[in-house]
């Protein structure tokens, strides 16, 4: 208690109680493991060997000994009071061999963490040493050093006009440069990154050559015909100089989401056409007409999405897409951007690529074009986008929506002849080390190889051959046999062997059921036989040829008007009867509407037993009540009867129209005929009216509608 400031108090000598059976073996266990474990700690305290095995000799008595480990041990002064009241020297011993496991525990923890320290600051002090001896060798051998490459860049990147979106991204990747190893993986990834954000042209544009008159001119140096591509082309250059020179009346305002209200809009045109018209080559001379820089990415066969929206950053080798990858190619941002065979798109289970396309060709939303790898929007709204294709059923309804078909149709003989002369003779003769002087190859030379050897809507065969005679010429020349060749129609066969073509030509006599069609197919126009033959049988219709379901339809139809009307033919004449149509070239497969009227005249003509005229050719579509529908690929048609030496031509009254693209030489030399339904179609076609149409007066005057 406290007295006069201070304590007092009665003080007991404590005594220990020791453990009631000194020699049981659990007590003489627990005195074995304190003085083993107390040795390893003063072993790993660093305290030397000998002086442990002295301070274990020393102190025998287990109580003792307990109380001096315990002054060694590293533990707070709360326990080390536990200790000390601890009277029981069993529990002393328990509660000090304790603290030593702690301690050891402690000192092995320290000594892994010590190690693990090491053995990583060793690691890097040894990269630090071989990127500075690396660093000695680069400048040793006199390349650039990385940092100077790194600032490069990032001036670059600044200097570049970004929209605020691509400048935050840009800012982003900068910091985790600097953040990151320069050597490591993931700085090579923002590196190549950053790079390919640099070559974009983000605002780099080429100036227009908006010279109405000088376009016209380059695309009429470059091509021959084409006439409705050139006017477009044209036509787009004329707006766009109106526009820019203030002449054209103002526009309201604008609404943002609509493509028809900003003027740097780009277009985007789709050539549709057979091989070889000039579609791809017509690009490249549009760039030309207009100053703009060309590009022309091929889509054939391509079945990955990422093909045009590019892999995302994530992946290992991630690269733009090919739209971007163009766009770096031109090096502006209003470039003639070519998507050669878009039709032949695929569909993997890696994605749609045409579903892709649909936002890089809709006007309304290809300003904000996000590439999958680059990762902000880029403007494409500016770029003239031309796509071609051969068969618009290759390309899925939303992505043709989106763009302005221009048909290119074939070439007609007269045109290629036209083509041959003022581009592919002088392009071969100089490729095959010719001149002028020393080969000349006469139009009707030309003509024959467009003729005998050459099946096809473009030119490209046609090239072919061409360079074929040149070759030959050219050997001889380089013999010494000849010094200078000219090539005349008899000459074509002994060059280059026989005729290839066999196209079909008309009839020599008019016959019995077998009526003259027309067909066409992406190589041209040309004529086809439908032959009818009536045999006794069990009243079946027997079709060959490899016909189409729309074919076999037809001529179902045919048969049951033919059986309505029942024009001139007997009625004995269906019973137990087969009916067998075939159609020559079995091996071509067939299809289509336009066959219609062809086998319709046929049948009635084997039926009637009126033969069909050989010199008339014909198309269109029939009903069952006998009228004359419309069809398409007229031109071609009608220039592939022409070849075969057909003069007269049945179509349907509607599609006189499409006659107006032929020319006036052309026209000048054929017969046409407009037609509404069957009965009119009969009367010309067949050598004599049907009796209905007789007898009724009914009698249908070709001159009413002739043409031509």
Known sequence: APVDGHLEAVVVQAHDLPPAEPNDLAFLALNKELRERAAELGQKSGLPDDVVQQVLEGVTEPSKFAD??????????????????????????????????????MLDAQEEIKSKVQEELGERQREMLLREQLKQIRKELGEDDEESDIEELRSRLEKLDLPEEARKEVDRQLERLDRTSRDSMEAQVIRTYLETVAELPWNVRSEDRLDVERAARVL????????????????????????QSGQAAPVPEADPGNADDRGSRGSILLFAGPPGVGKTSIARSIARAMGRKYVRISLGGARDEADIRGHRRTYVGAMPGRIIEG???AGTKNPVFLLDEVDKLGVSFQGDPAAALLEVLDPAQNDSFTDHYLGVPFDLSEVLFIATANFLQGIPGPLLDRMEGVEFTGYTEQEKLAIARQYLIPRQLTEAGLGPERLTLSDEAAMVLISGYTREAGVRQLEREIGKVARKIARRIAAKEVEAAIVGPDDIPKLIGRPTVHPEHAAREDQVGIATGM??????????????????GKNELV????????????????????????LGIAPERFQDRDIHIHVPAGATPKEGPSAGVTMATA??????????????????EITLSGRVLPIGGVKEKVLG??????????????????LDELSEAESARLTVHGVESLSQVLDIALTRPPEPARRTGKKYNPEDELVG
């Open 68 to 105: 001096l480990v315990a002054g060694y041990v590293d533990v707070p002064p709360a326990e080390r009071q536990i200790l000390l009241e601890t009277l029981s020297v069993e529990e002393r011993m328990r509660r000090v061999l304790v603290q030593v496991q702690r301690q050891l525990a």
């Open 220 to 243: 009429n140096e470059d091509h021959y015909g084409l006439q409705k591509v050139k006017d477009r082309v044209v036509e787009f250059l004329a707006v766009r100089q109106l526009r």
């Open 327 to 329: 766009m770096k190619r």
């Open 519 to 536: 067909f066409y197919t992406p190589v041209g126009g040309d004529i086809m036989f439908v032959e009818v033959s009536i045999m006794p």
């Open 543 to 566: 079709l060959t040829g490899q016909l189409g379901d729309v074919m076999k339809e037809s001529a179902r139809a045919a048969l049951t008007y033919a059986k309505s009307h029942a």
């Open 603 to 620: 049948l009635v003509s084997a039926l009637s037993g009126i033969p069909a005229r050989h010199d008339v050719a014909m198309t269109g």
């Open 641 to 658: 009867a022409v070849r075969a030496g057909i003069t007269t031509i049945v179509l349907p009254k509607e599609n006189l129209a499409d």
